[in-house]
């Protein structure tokens, strides 16, 4: 069966200082990937999607930006963080148009 | 555009209630609809789902059914417990590899 595993689950990271949140999925080959942000008793924005190794599509300009070095690997980073930035960040994959996605267990991302 | 309307929360219910949640969409196509629970702290689990007009989706006590003619997928349990309480979120599926969200309702059952 399909997995997908997304760390650190919590975080704490000074204004300014660099990001990196990484996803994987085991199970399936070829997943379209997804990072989207909740900020607190908000609902989800699409940060990213990927199609396919190297192939990333932004959503919503601003200091963050993905990567996709693997198949079934997924990275959301920064250079400098913002205090903007906080939120619930979540990874998610999915196999095909009309399907559903799978999500992670989420990263809480909290900047002072 | 594609779109959904999620009614406003929270809903707060007692236990054993019968629940609504309205969820209504815009969209061209034939899209697939979903629900997702995401317990506090935790990511979102697909609930149910429907693919074509009339199927009902049901999961864990709950269900809903994709009307067409109303274009609505309303989710409805008819007996809830305190452990439903949770944010919900509707959301359609797009030709994009995208999924369309609610807003999302946050459901509050008290003993």
């Known amino acids: 069966s399909q997995t997908i595993h997304q760390w650190p689950a919590t975080l704490v990271q000074p204004v300014g200082s660099p990001l990196s949140l990484e996803c994987t999925v085991e199970?399936?080959?070829?997943?379209?990937l997804y990072w989207y942000r909740q900020a607190a008793g908000r609902g989800l924005q699409l940060l990213f999607y990927s199609v396919g190794i190297g192939q990333i599509s932004s959503e919503v300009p601003q200091n963050l930006s993905a990567s996709r070095p693997q198949d079934r690997q997924f990275i959301l980073s920064s250079k400098k963080l913002l205090l903007s930035d906080s939120g619930f960040y979540l990874c998610?994959?999915?196999?095909?148009?009309?399907?559903?996605?799978?999500f992670g267990d989420g990263t809480r991302l909290s900047i002072l | 555009g594609n779109s959904v309307t999620q009614m406003e929360g929270p809903v707060t219910l007692s236990e054993e209630a019968f629940l609504t949640i309205n969820c209504t969409y815009t969209a061209t196509g034939y899209p697939s609809l979903f629900w997702y629970v995401q317990y506090p702290g935790e990511g979102l689990q697909l609930l149910l789902k429907?693919?074509?007009a009339d199927d009902k989706g049901s999961n864990k006590g709950f269900e809903a059914t994709y009307r067409k003619e109303t274009t609505s997928f309303h989710l409805e349990k008819g007996s809830v417990q305190v452990s439903d309480s949770a944010v919900y979120f509707c959301?359609?599926?797009?030709?994009?590899?995208?999924?369309?969200w609610g807003a999302g309702t946050k459901l509050i059952i008290k003993p």
């Open positions: 959301a359609l599926s797009d030709s994009n590899y995208q999924l369309i």
């Open positions: 429907a693919t074509k």
């Open positions: 998610a994959w999915s196999g095909a148009p009309n399907q559903p996605q799978h």
């Open positions: 199970g399936t080959s070829n997943p379209n």
